[in-house]
Structure formats: C-alpha cells, structure tokens
C-alpha cells in the first residue's frame, strides 16, 4: 500500500464561523493598521524606486562581498546593496558583481565624485577590478517605477476580479477582492513596521502573492458551488464550512507545501531573493487565513441568490416585460 502523508484527516467539522467576528475584526483591524503604518512610517524604498546608480564589476578574481562592503563602509555611502552574478555562460576566470547605490538625500542622482570614492575604495581591495558598466536611475524615473508597479498591483486585481465575477456569483467575486486586498496590504504594513526594503522583487511577491489567493479562493468557492446545487436546503453557513472542511486538507497541503520551498529559500537563497521570499511567506500564510476566515464571512454577510439561474432570468424577463 502506497504511503499518503496527511496533514489533517480525511473529514473534518471545524466550525470557522464561530468566532467570526473576532477573526474578521482582527482582519479589517489589521488592513487599517497597515495602511496607517505605510501612510505614517512609509516603505523603505530601494534603489529601483528611490533612485540611484547600478554599477556592474568584472574581474578574474573571485568576488569577496564581505571584503567590497568592508571597504565601502568608512564612505558612508548610503543605502549599497552588493551580489555576486552567476551565469553558466561565464568562464571560469570571470567573476561579475553587481552594486546598487542609493541617491543621498536631497540628491537628484548619486554624483560622479561619489562613484570615484566607490571605485577607488573596490580597487584597493582588487586591483584587477574592471567596471563594466554603470547605470543611473534618476528621481523622475523612480517616480514613474512607483506609479507603474501601483498600476501593476491594481490592474491584476481588477482582472481576477472579472475572472472570479465571471465564473461565480458576484457576491464571491467581493469577498474574493476583499481577501486579496487584505493580504496584499497587510503585507505592506508588515514591511512599513520593520522597515525593510521594498523594490522592484517585492512587487512581483505581491503579484504572485494574488495569483496564490484567488487560486485558493477559487478551489474553495468552486466546491461550494458544488454544494449549492447538491444541498438545496442546507443553511447557507452550515454548506460554507463543509466546504471548508472538505477542501481543508488541500488547503493546508498546498500551503505547507508551498512555506517549505519558501523557507529553504529564505534561509539559503542568499541575499538577493531575501526580500522576495519574506513578502511570499507573508502572502502564503495571509491568503490561506483570508480564504478560511474573511471572503467567507463577506459572502455571508452580503448572501447569495440560491435559485437556479433559470428561474432568475425568468424573473428578471418578468420584470422587463411589465417595464416596457
């Protein structure tokens, strides 16, 4: 017999609505919250979104980023992030590093002296040190990078949006959208409070973060729907936690499925995917929690139309038909 790891047994009868208003006003608690946070503590903009100077180095030695960042911190430079790029292409000998400085404050671009002091500081540790490349996002540019990845951000919620209002009812489509906002910006408050860097990765996590929600959602409602037409009668609370309960073991293997990847990642992957991983691990736990705890409640709130689609538009025909 085939071994089948259970993290929760085959039938469950959690009642998920029995403190729901403790679980969904700590929701709407946590979503003011964090916008609070981010509109009083702000995000700890990186480079993409600040601006700054990318400076890529070659050399034959290997990269040391213990031994570049000791030599650029009596410089004061700001904000430097410091990774080693690897490429199977890359010969042996050829050793590619990346560096991002930040603008200082007040400065619309980091200044051609500054780039001196960085470059002479790298050839003391390295004299074979080559800079291949450097490149320079001004506060304009920055600007626009912002506005872009909010509109990133808004569009794929309006698409999941028509996609969930599409397939379902409207009301699921709500709370859907609801449980995605929530996860998206108690993500944001959490990187707000401690402050840490939020750049061009994260706003593909909080992408990505969406698309892991409303699949989720769409799981869990798309069983419901299941159950609206089995169980005619069953009280709309009662079927919403049998669905909760039959598509549990799917949702929790699938998140921890999921949080195990992301943990080995956080812990070996380096800095460079750091920031990355933190906003998945986030949007993982937070969107198995919105789909338990909050587009359910919203659902229940608003109701839904349980009749056959046919005997709806027969209603509404009958209502058109006395208006002309």
Known sequence: MAFRLKLVPEKTSIDFFSIQWLTFGSSIFLMV??????????????????????????????????????????????????????????????????????????????????????????????????????????????????????GAV????????????????????????????????????????FQIKFDLSIVAALLTILGYSVNDCVVVFDRFRENLAKYKVMPLRDMMNLTANETLSRTVMTGSTTLLS??????????VIRGFVFAMILGVL???YSTLYMAKNIVLFIGIDRRDKEKRKAEVDKYADIGH
């Open 154 to 193: 808004v569009l794929g919620a309006l698409g999941i949006l028509v996609y969930v209002w599409v397939r379902f009812e409207w009301q699921i489509a709500v709370g859907t959208i609801a449980s995605l906002i929530h996860d998206v910006l108690v993500t944001l408050g959490i990187f707000a409070l």
């Open 33 to 150: 919250a964090s916008v609070v946070l981010v509109a009083v503590m702000g995000l700890n903009f990186g480079v993409d979104f600040r601006g700054g100077t990318t400076i890529r180095t070659e050399s034959t030695n290997a990269v040391d980023v213990g031994a570049y960042r000791a030599a650029l911190d009596p410089l004061k430079l700001g904000d430097i992030t410091i990774t080693e790029v690897s490429d199977p292409s890359f010969r042996a000998d050829r050793h590619v590093a990346q560096i991002r400085l930040g603008a200082r404050e007040g400065e619309e671009a980091v200044t051609p002296e500054v780039i001196n002091q960085l470059e002479g500081a790298l050839r003391a540790v390295d004299p074979q040190i080559v800079f291949a490349s450097v490149e320079s996002v001004g506060a304009k540019v920055s600007g626009e990078l912002i506005w872009k990845a909010v």
């Open 286 to 288: 937070f969107g198995t």
């Open 262 to 271: 992301l943990f080995a990642l956080l812990i070996w992957g380096g800095d």
